[in-house]
């Protein structure tokens, strides 16, 4: 009987360990598993550093857009990376880089943990669609998420499964080099692009091979640095962040975006990356945001040198404690968060709330199952370039085209029997369409107009440099040098432009003009281009002006002078195609400005919701004592929404009808031109009176619909309380009472309204 018992208890015994050795095996390595457990499970046996570690991104070997991290050095990063001291990787693309980083991380490290690879992923890997400022222009929502899908896909074959973007920083200064990043000056068709793009990029299942994480940036405030210089201080009130800074942003995490990037800038006096009010108070809790946050490049060092942190230590136990979880290349947490947590700086809580972040975030994209998912040469090869993806490129290409002005229906051009004088170095430049953020697109990849329209047979074509944009091979780090004196190839423009019937001129800004670092104080055509156009115009006015450009641009003499202008942007790899089958008529021009163009850079900023002022006209002839500019209109000369077709649509039969708690209005859309063609319908409301002055107008409905020649369409929209209130200056939406106007057209220059009443 005792020998039994011991039997029995020996059993026992090795039942538990057994079941001991079955529960440590139901860890975070089963996939059966729900995603907390395993998260919790792998957190419980990680030491300090290992956790800390999780929270530090290196970057690969290259393109540094910042000030130099201390003691960056390859040797050391592979070290920490062989001890699971790094969480993350930027920079590191293709499939042969990223396996041998993930290959450490996951077979080298003690506990095997993957590494999340990053890549600014902003308008395209190597195929480029159109930069984000041009797609905005396209209002076509399905057009953009697939643009971003395809962006996902072609990073996704390259090893990478993080991009970050969207930028969702709304501005309204184009002297700030990355407009050209964002979606242009408006928080309501900002919030629906983001949504968009982040749907694009992450789609319904992240764990998929061909899905990758997107990162709403830069939160908050980034596009309000005082007079568009870039890093600049902003310093705004709180009725203008509620409203205006932070829709796109809240719409991101609604649509479930998984990464927050901080931004560079100070918010009134507090640098982002240390601003516990964003991160914490409301991005974490308000938002029940359950992603993680990355710092932007080097910021928590930067603390220093805005005067918020002393040092390094300083710096990291102010962005620890106020919630950004991934240190992007600060070396902050690395080298002084364990000390901060022994010192008691840092809780341990803080840090385990930021690993439990970033490694749920590492579950959900399955790279606990198969960290080489993202690894597949083969993929590589077949998915980059694919037609798929450059069909992709070229339909959002042609979608983002404004046309900005066309008289005499110069516009389309004739496809037979004509002479056409192409001028402008931009013409016959396959890299400038590529725009800034391209790291890993190859130069000379776009097609350029020239063979854009050579691409038609029917015309016979004759090109003129007339002048260079910029000198020497522009490039992502250095700043571009532009063309001010060499006017040598002038004449022999002239002289080709005098002997066509119609000039198509392609000028604007180089690709490496806009984008971080790159404001400008002077925003016209850069260079002798604007001499060029005038030169020209005097031998043949029968002009196209084609625009290529990151930012709204200075166009008044060409707006008084040339007959046609169309807006092209930085289009990608297909522009020359999208733009010579606009120019054609084969693609009937649909884009609306997501920005205002100003008629003079001393405007700015310069927006369409702008406030009414107590003070807005004129009390009587000559009287100076009214909110305005001596020497200049304030509007602009082509307002946010504007953009014209080669039909035209008129707008009749407005009706609004009140239900309970909602507003139905409904418009009558008719083509009454002689081509099929797109309008995007806008719809803006006017609070007239409330406790926080509201904006003489705001868009807060838009819906893109296609209409043969005399076809009409009656269009509804619902509003709601989500339209109709407002942030008050606590920061708390409320709706108020009251009369509203409502106005309708195809730009924010509306031509059809009414009003209602909010009992
Ligand atoms: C930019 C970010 C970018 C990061 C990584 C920074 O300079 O502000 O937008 O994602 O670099 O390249």
């Given at each position: 009987m005792k020998k039994l018992k011991k039997i029995i208890s020996l059993l026992t015994l090795a039942g538990m360990v057994f079941s001991c050795s079955q529960t440590s095996k139901?860890?975070?390595?089963?996939?059966?598993?729900p995603i907390n457990d395993r998260v919790n499970d792998l957190l419980s046996k990680m030491t300090l550093e290992e956790k800390i570690g999780q929270m530090n991104q290196y970057n690969g070997f290259w393109n540094v857009t910042g000030p130099t991290p201390i003691q960056g050095d390859a040797a050391k990063k592979y070290k920490d990376l062989r001890k699971g001291y790094v969480g993350s990787m930027l920079n590191v693309r293709g499939v042969k880089e990223v396996r041998a980083v993930q290959k450490i991380a996951v077979e080298e490290t003690r506990l095997g943990i993957p590494l999340v690879i990053g890549f600014d992923v902003i308008h395209g890997y190597e195929t480029l669609s159109p930069i984000p400022l041009a797609e905005s222009a396209s209002w076509d929502l399905e057009a953009i998420q697939k643009s971003s899908e395809m962006a996902a896909l072609e990073a996704s074959a390259a090893g990478i499964n993080w991009t970050f973007a969207p930028m969702v920083d709304v501005s309204r200064d184009a002297r700030w080099g990355r407009v050209m990043e964002g979606a242009g000056e408006d928080p309501y068709l900002g919030s629906k692009i983001a949504k968009a793009r982040i749907l694009g990029f992450q789609g319904t299942d992240l764990s998929k091979e061909n899905t990758i994480l997107a990162c709403a940036k830069h939160?908050?405030?980034?596009?309000?640095a005082e007079s568009g210089r870039d890093y600049n201080t902003v310093d705004i009130g709180t009725s203008t962040l509620h409203n205006i800074v932070l829709p796109p942003f809240k719409a991101s995490v609604d649509a479930g975006v998984r990464t927050f990037m901080n931004s560079f800038n100070e918010l009134n006096g507090i640098p982002a990356t240390g601003n516990s009010y964003l991160?914490?108070?409301?991005?974490?809790?308000?938002?029940?945001?359950d992603g993680f946050v990355i710092s932007d490049w080097g910021s928590m060092v930067e603390m220093i040198a805005h005067g918020h942190a002393k040092d390094l230590k300083h710096a990291a136990e102010i962005a620890a404690n106020a919630g950004s979880d991934m240190d992007m290349e600060s070396n902050a947490y690395v080298h002084h968060l364990a000390d901060l947590v022994k010192e008691g700086k840092v809780k341990e809580s803080v840090i385990d709330d930021a690993v439990k972040r970033i490694l749920k975030v590492k579950f959900e994209l399955g790279l606990f199952e198969d960290p080489y998912r993202y690894c597949d040469e083969k993929r590589e090869q077949n998915v980059i370039g694919s037609k798929e993806v450059l069909d992709a490129s070229l339909d959002l290409a042609k979608k983002s085209i404004v046309l900005l002005k066309n008289q005499n229906n110069l516009?389309?051009?004739?496809?037979?029997g004509q002479k056409i004088a192409i001028i402008g170095a931009l013409a016959n430049d396959k890299t400038s369409p590529l725009g800034s953020w391209r790291i890993a697109a190859k130069d000379s990849t776009a097609v350029s107009v020239l063979e854009g329209l050579n691409a038609y047979k029917g015309n016979s074509i004759v090109y003129a440099k007339g002048a260079d944009v910029a000198l020497g091979t522009p490039d992502f780090i250095t700043e571009v040098k532009i063309?001010?004196?060499?006017?040598?190839?002038f004449e022999e423009a002239k002289k080709v432009a005098k002997n066509a019937d119609v000039v198509v001129m392609v000028l604007g800004e180089h690709g490496f003009q806009s984008g971080e670092g790159r404001s400008r104080v002077d925003i016209g055509l850069p260079g002798v281009q604007q001499e060029l156009l005038e030169e020209i115009y005097k031998v043949n006015k029968n002009i196209v002006l084609v625009l290529n450009n990151g930012r709204p641009l200075t166009l008044g003499w060409a707006d008084a002078n040339i007959p046609s202008i169309l807006e092209?942007?930085?289009?990608?790899?297909q522009s020359g195609h999208a733009i010579a089958q606009v120019l054609y008529g084969d693609y009937n021009p649909s884009g609306k400005l997501p920005m205002s163009f100003p008629r003079h850079v001393g405007q700015l900023p310069l927006y369409y919701n702008y406030k009414n002022t107590g003070r807005p006209i004129l009390p009587g002839k000559d009287v100076v004592f009214w909110s305005h500019f001596q020497d200049e209109k304030n509007s602009a000369l082509y307002p946010f929404g504007h953009g014209l077709s080669y039909t035209q649509f008129e707008y009749e039969n407005l009706k609004v009808h009140q239900k309970e708690d909602e507003v139905h209005v409904k418009i009558g859309v008719k083509n009454i031109g002689k081509l099929k063609g797109k309008e995007v319908v806008q719809l803006y409301l006017r609070d007239l009176v409330a406790s926080v002055t509201r904006p003489v107008k705001e868009l807060k409905g838009f819906e893109l619909i296609e209409l043969e020649a005399g076809e009409e369409k009656i269009v509804e929209f619902v509003l709601t309380n989500k339209e109709l209130g407002f942030y008050d200056n606590k920061g708390k939406f409320i709706v108020e009472p009251g009369e509203f106007k409502l106005f309708l057209g195809g730009s924010s220059k509306t031509v059809i309204e009414t009003s209602f009443e909010i009992k």
């Open positions: 139901l860890t975070y390595k089963d996939m059966g598993l939160f908050a405030g980034y596009g309000f991160q914490r108070d409301l991005l974490k809790q308000e938002w029940k945001f516009l389309p051009l004739k496809k037979q063309n001010n004196t060499d006017k040598s190839e092209c942007w930085q289009l990608g790899t």
